[in-house]
C-alpha cells in the first residue's frame, strides 16, 4: 500500500494567512517531477560548483535523458570519463578576463555557476557524453 504526502495549502512568507487551514489532494513527487518514467533518474550531487544555481552539496537531481540539450541548460555530461553537473554553453568564442580567445570544440563550455572554479572548454580529442536535463533540484536543509 502506497502512502502519499499530502499538500496542506500553500504558506505566505509574511504574515500567516487563517484562510489557508485547508488541505488539498495528496501529492506525488513522482507524478510531479517525472515526465517520462522510463528516461528520468535521480542524481546526488557532490562538491558546491552549482551553489549559484541552487544546487547544493547532498540535494537530489531529477534528470530526463531523453531531453536534448540546449544552450543554458544545467545537464549531467561526462568529459573523459568523469561525470559532472554544469550549464552547458554553445556557441561564439566568449572573450576571457584576459581578453584572449578560448578556442574549443565547437566552442562547448561547461559553466559552474561557483567563481571557485572555471568553465570545462572542451578541446579537440576530448570526450564528451550527454547523460540528460536536470529537470529539477531537489534541496534538504
Known sequence: MSTKAKVSGSVVAGFPSPAEQYQETPLDLNELLVKRPAATYFVRVEGDSMVGAGICDGDLLVVDRSLRPADGDVIIACVDGDFTVKTLRVGGNREEETGKRKEGRGNIRLEPANPKYQ???????????????????????
Open 119 to 141: 568553465a570545462i572548454v572542451l578541446r579537440p580529442g576530448q570526450e564528451l557524453d550527454y547523460f540528460g536535463k536536470v529537470t529539477a533540484c531537489i534541496h534538504r536543509f
